[in-house]
């Protein structure tokens, strides 16, 4: 059983950053991908970057390529995601997953567990 909680969000203007937080809980060998997504009003839920636990290996969407930088501690059982060069077009409510495929971008499958969310919002 795995357990996801992020923290982090908020308000920024255009230009701004921001850095998520995804803390990790419980015990899941079969887990290897943890990955952000995010869903603006209106909108699907859509990939934004993933990590492979184990190795490091990072996957990103091309519109957060050169901004967005997504690592892990270790220690800590925390993936991060740091964002800079916020535009409005990031304003979305931002989610962790944790999975057993490595860059995975379907969030209806491979995901076995999720976090609540947090909200980020960029103003012009």
């Known amino acids: 059983q795995v357990q996801l909680v992020e923290s982090g969000g908020g308000l920024v203007q255009v230009g701004g950053s921001l850095r998520l937080a995804c803390a990790a809980s419980g015990r899941a060998f079969s887990t290897v991908a943890v990955t952000w997504f995010r869903q603006a009003p209106g909108k699907e839920r859509a990939f934004v970057a993933g990590i492979n636990w184990v190795n490091g290996g990072t996957y990103y969407a091309d519109s957060v390529k050169g901004r967005f930088t997504i690592s892990r501690d270790n220690a800590k059982n925390t993936v991060y995601l740091q964002m800079n060069s916020l535009k409005p077009e990031d304003t979305a409510v931002y989610y962790c997953?944790?999975?057993?495929?490595?860059?995975?971008?379907?969030?209806?499958?491979?995901?076995?567990?999720w976090g609540q969310g947090t909200q980020v919002t960029v103003s012009s």
């Open positions: 997953a944790a999975g057993r495929i490595p860059g995975a971008r379907d969030p209806t499958r491979n995901y076995d567990y």
